[in-house]
């Protein structure tokens, strides 16, 4: 584990109105992506200008980009700066719709970070969006993704979308109702403190199996309504109350 991961196991906990994303007290605490993946596999480069907020929610925008350019799309992402570990993470969104677009709320860090690639995951297909894929990574390692039927069309409206995260297992949560457990017995579990992600981005050739290649006249849009984060033990507010009790 890498020292500055390991430094900030003991994050607090927060809770972010995604409304209020822009407000001058809360802009330092997160870093708006704004350049591009040299990878040639990878379409979408990440522009500050496609992250808004409207209506009381957190925009984030995929469009096309202009002729001339490097990539085909223009998307947006956003991560917290301070790291978090073993807790409860929770999001209130609503997820993008159209092929070969994603949309999603997870924790990562890994190589460029100075260490093990660690992630876990809600993604959303925009080309079904009454499912989520639910997976995780392990110092490199992916955990085995399942897609998972919801029962609802996550573009339609906000839900509530959580996952918890132990030293021996992660568990997923859908509307307060579990939809995925793994375990050490599936193999090995993320353990090195990462930061919290939300973006939006589309699939190319490489992703065409999982997500579908996004045409590329393709615009699209996910819109967040909360994102938290509680300790294991610390007694921290969240975007379920209110919502849902334990």
């Not at 390692?141 to 839900?159: M, N, T, V, Y």
Request: hydrophobic share 40%; glycine share 10%.
């Amino acid at each position: 584990m890498a020292g500055s991961a390991a430094a900030d196991e003991a994050a607090p906990g927060f809770i972010l109105d995604a409304g209020e994303f822009s407000r001058a007290d809360i802009q330092p605490q997160w870093f708006t992506s704004n350049f591009a993946i040299k990878t040639s596999g990878f379409r979408t480069a990440w522009r500050k200008a496609l992250v808004s907020t409207e209506d009381g929610r957190m925009v984030l925008q995929l469009r096309p980009a202009p002729d001339g350019h490097d990539k085909d799309f223009l998307g947006s992402e956003v991560q917290r700066r301070q790291r978090t570990h073993y807790g409860r993470y929770e999001v209130v969104m609503t997820a993008a719709r159209g092929d070969g677009v994603i949309s999603s709320f997870f924790t990562y860090t890994g190589p460029w970070f100075d260490d093990p690639h660690d992630e876990i995951d809600f993604e959303f297909l925009g080309r079904d969006t009454t499912k989520v894929w639910a997976m995780a990574f392990a110092d490199g390692q992916k955990l085995s993704g399942r897609w998972i039927d919801l029962g609802f069309d996550a573009a339609e409206a906000p839900h509530l979308y959580a996952f918890e995260w132990h030293p021996d297992r992660i568990v997923w949560y859908v509307d307060g109702k579990e939809i995925l457990r793994v375990t050490e017995a599936d193999g090995p579990l993320p353990q090195t403190p990462g930061k919290i992600y939300a973006n939006i981005w589309a699939g190319g050739k490489a992703q065409r199996n999982w997500s579908g290649e996004a045409p590329i006249w393709t615009r699209a849009a996910a819109s967040y309504d909360c994102m938290s984060y509680r300790p294991f033990g610390v007694d921290a507010p969240q975007c379920s109350d209110g919502i849902l009790r334990d």
